[in-house]
């Protein structure tokens, strides 16, 4: 019944490895994003999908590539991973994005740790 | 571009109290988003506003948008210890012709004393 999963829950790596996170939602939603939320918890958005195409990619190192096989589906593949990734990694989706003023469901997060 | 200043910053109440946190935007609201955050969880979507002088409730929590649109206040009446957590604004921001993204404010951080 979990509406926004991500996995895993926990990750913890060693400096220069690569690594991906999953999200699944089974809400029937077409937009997805991913938030970055730093140690001192701002959240920020990284990207977001709207139906398998990518629509906001903000100023995100290119070692982060967002991959969406279907609509239900958005996952983070982080290269080379560096100390100051070490976050709180946040899957959402929403039933249409654009402009329509809803409200985005969110995953439990994923807490990542590079040693 | 946007941005959302929250205030405080963090909060510690005794059990039973009332309390407010505000969010103000540099910009016109055009959404804005109450979530909550529980240490070491996901978020909580609490309420949307869009409409200047709204206001809506759920349980004993009240959210508030002013009339300028520039403005929220989340009150917490006779506050409990599961009221505790991080409270993020968020509000629509435009990026292109077709769409919105959320930015979110920093956050603040409720402690409720038994």
């Known amino acids: 019944d979990t509406a926004v999963s991500q996995t895993p829950k926990y990750l913890v790596t060693q400096m220069g490895n690569d690594k991906s996170i999953k999200c699944e939602q089974n809400?029937?939603?077409?937009?997805m994003y991913w938030y970055k939320q730093d140690s001192k918890k701002f959240l920020k958005i990284m990207f977001s999908?709207?139906?398998?195409?990518?629509?906001i990619n903000e100023t995100v190192p290119n070692r982060f590539s967002p991959k969406s096989p279907d609509k239900a589906h958005l996952n983070l593949h982080i290269n080379s991973l560096e100390l100051g990734d070490s976050a709180v990694y946040f899957c959402?989706?929403?039933?249409?994005?654009?402009?329509?003023?809803?409200?985005?469901?969110f995953g439990p997060g994923t807490r990542l740790l590079v040693l | 571009s946007q941005e959302l200043e929250q205030s405080p910053q963090s909060l510690i109440v005794q059990e039973g109290k009332n309390l407010t946190i505000n969010c103000t935007s540099s910009?016109?609201?055009?959404?804005l988003y109450w979530y909550k955050q529980k240490y070491g969880e996901g978020l909580i979507f609490l309420m949307m506003?869009?409409?200047?002088?709204e206001e809506k409730s759920h349980e004993k929590i009240t959210a508030k948008l002013d009339e300028k649109k520039q403005q929220s206040s989340l009150h917490i009446t006779a506050s409990q210890p599961s009221h505790a957590g991080i409270y993020l604004c968020?509000?629509?921001?435009?990026?292109?012709?077709?769409?919105?993204?959320?930015?979110f404010g920093p956050g603040t951080s409720l402690s409720v004393i038994p």
């Open positions: 959402a989706s929403s039933r249409f994005g654009g402009r329509t003023q809803e409200t985005q469901y």
């Open positions: 809400l029937g939603h077409d937009t």
């Open positions: 999908y709207n139906n398998k195409e990518l629509i």
């Open positions: 910009k016109t609201l055009y959404g």
């Open positions: 506003l869009q409409k200047g002088g």
């Open positions: 968020g509000a629509e921001t435009p990026i292109k012709t077709s769409y919105d993204k959320v930015i």
